[in-house]
């Protein structure tokens, strides 16, 4: 299944896209984009864990995501 | 009747004013007002501006909920929060709170509780840039963590 995945500020910078696109498997839950995400070019300012967000709300780790969603991965905070 | 509720992200400069319009009610003798605004220097360095950027849909479902929660803890509270996003010179108000109430403890404690609620967990995130040209997300956790050593 695929996934939209959105990248912001420091991580947007980082892998140098807002936002792309990942193939997982079935099943695939948020650590595992996380770990995809963790080898692309760049990717070693991204936390081991982040804040991620699935469809708009903060989910964790071990979330099971559903073809389509939308992963956002969320850089510390800083509004203000 | 006005909407009790007033929260967006936006790109126009925030006017203390509206926020004050959109919660004023004469059943309430009590106004907070909570300006954010951009200050000259952090952690040392000479500040010449902020990039404000967010995931806007999440940001402003993230700041509904606070508005809710603020208006459950203090019942009777009329909310406005406003947040600004894009570039802002020094000075301008990029986040503003207003919460009206029949008595000022309320109010004041609504605006305190949606002030650091919105700063724990809406995702907006800043760019500042300094004098030397140069410009940095900025990461509070990483703050936090060189405070506490």
Request: neutral net charge; glycine residues 12%.
């Given at each position: 299944m695929t996934v939209r995945v959105l990248l912001f500020a420091s991580y947007a910078d980082a892998i140098g896209s807002p936002e792309l696109t990942l193939d997982v498997p079935d099943g695939a839950r948020v650590s595992d984009v996380v770990e995809r995400l963790r080898?692309?070019?760049?990717?070693?300012?991204?936390?081991?864990a982040p804040l991620v967000a699935v469809n708009a709300v903060y989910a964790a780790a071990g979330s099971a995501l559903a073809p389509g969603d939308e992963v956002a991965i969320i850089p510390p905070v800083a509004g203000g | 009747m006005k909407d009790p509720v007033h929260v967006a992200l936006t790109h126009d400069p925030i006017h203390a004013q509206e926020l004050i319009d959109a919660v004023?009610?004469?059943?309430?003798?009590a106004i907070s007002l909570f300006l954010g605004t951009v200050r000259d220097v952090n952690d040392g360095r000479a500040v010449t501006g902020i990039e404000y950027s967010a995931y806007v849909a999440m940001a402003e479902r993230e700041m509904r909920s606070i508005v809710d929660e603020a208006t459950q803890r203090f019942p009777g509270v009329r909310l406005a929060l406003l947040h600004r996003v894009g570039r802002l010179e020094l000075g301008e108000v990029s986040v503003g709170i207003a919460a009206a109430h029949p008595h000022r403890t309320p109010a004041l404690d609504a605006a305190r509780y949606t002030i650091e609620e919105l700063k724990r967990r809406v995702p907006i995130w800043k760019r500042e840039q300094y004098t030397d040209g140069t410009r940095e997300w900025v990461d509070p956790t990483a703050r936090r963590a060189e405070v506490a050593l």
């Open positions: 080898l692309l070019p760049g990717a070693d300012r991204l936390p081991p | 004023a009610s004469h059943s309430c003798g």
